[in-house]
């Protein structure tokens, strides 16, 4: 389950853009494969986050050369996200 924060000032595009990212970092979706569909994110957020805000993440991840999206297969993992790069959504206190 993807935990989104629908209080927090940053965008839960930005807080999903992150998990996916974190995902990808860790290995559990290696450079390759293909990321949950769109439906399949709905499903992990329990519907907290429109269609819209997972197309806008997907986005991010696009311009930031670690996923690319291949017409009629999905969005595969093109290149694990820089160690250095920050988790603008893994800001907490504390």
């Known amino acids: 389950m993807i935990e989104i924060d629908r209080e927090s000032i940053t965008p839960m595009y930005v ?13 559990e979706i290696p450079v390759g ?13 329990g519907g907290a986050v429109s269609r819209r805000t ?18 009629g297969k999905g969005v595969f993992v093109i290149a694990k996200p820089d160690a250095a790069a920050p988790s603008e959504g893994g800001m907490t206190a504390g």
Request: no cysteine; charged share 30%.
């Open 33 to 45: 494969r293909r990321i949950p569909s769109q439906h399949e994110l709905e499903l992990e957020t």
């Open 54 to 71: 997972i197309k806008s993440a997907i986005g991010a991840l696009e311009a930031e050369g670690i996923v690319r999206g291949v017409q």
């Open 15 to 27: 807080q999903l853009a992150s998990v996916l990212r974190e995902r990808i970092r860790r290995g």
